[in-house]
């Protein structure tokens, strides 16, 4: 698959365990952003990388800790998470931040906390 | 901050008629509009976008429409076939030095009957 993956697809864990997604690019971009899919609410933005300095933390909760080691990575490590924090965590890059750049998102990964 | 609602959540039509879904935005500095597609199971992709220096723009069956002032915009699907359903997603975007984020509406979901 090119473009945009993510791995996993699929993720069922418990609150008191920790577990990592992965996001990597295959397409030179710069920026890469973490987005949280609910159902019935909108598309949230989490966090974005622009050159593998974060430029946004929108007020996510410190049991969701990025990490950028470089532009074509991206990780989010999750800790003690709530049932609250299931949904579909997306993942997308461009070729830089800024409206001037397509953002293409990766297919997700549904996680489930029990 | 911005918010983007968007109307409806649902909407179904026939094959062949059009269909028309509705976003307002809260920030009068918002400049950027993009539309995401997501088809069941698949990723969101930008189908078109519209900057606020023109008020309309068409690619092929799909057109945006933009009104400053009653800070509103439009997504209008004519000819509608079968690969039109989808979950469609408005969004908006202020300025802000390189470190734009999109804030996006709930979605609607369009069915499309044969």
């Known amino acids: 698959e090119t473009g945009v993956t993510q791995t996993p697809r699929h993720l069922v864990m418990g609150m008191t365990n920790k577990k990592s997604l992965k996001c990597e690019q295959h397409l030179g971009h710069n920026a890469m952003y973490w987005y949280k899919q609910s159902a019935k609410k909108p598309l949230e933005l989490m966090f974005v990388?622009?050159?593998?300095?974060?430029?946004e933390n929108n007020s996510v909760p410190s049991r969701f800790s990025p990490e950028c080691p470089n532009s074509s990575h991206l990780f989010l490590h999750l800790h003690t998470l709530q049932p609250e924090d299931s949904a579909l965590y997306l993942c997308a890059s461009s070729q830089r931040q800024g409206t001037h750049y397509e953002q293409y998102f990766g297919p997700g990964t549904r996680l489930t906390v029990t | 901050g911005e918010n983007v609602e968007q109307h409806p959540s649902t909407l179904s039509v026939q094959e062949g008629d059009s269909a028309v879904i509705k976003c307002t935005y809260s920030?009068?500095?918002?400049?950027?509009f993009p539309w995401y597609k997501q088809e069941l199971g698949k990723r969101p992709q930008l189908i078109i976008d519209?900057?606020?220096?023109?008020g309309e723009k068409k690619d092929q069956r799909i057109a945006v429409t933009l009104n400053k002032t009653a800070k509103h915009f439009s997504l209008h699907i004519t000819e509608t076939q079968p690969e039109d359903s989808a979950v469609y997603f408005c969004a908006a975007s202020r300025p802000n030095f390189g470190n734009e984020k999109l804030t996006f509406g709930t979605g609607t979901r369009l069915t499309i009957i044969p």
């Open positions: 990388y622009n050159f593998k300095e974060q430029t």
């Open positions: 519209i900057r606020s220096n023109v």
């Open positions: 920030d009068s500095a918002s400049n950027y």
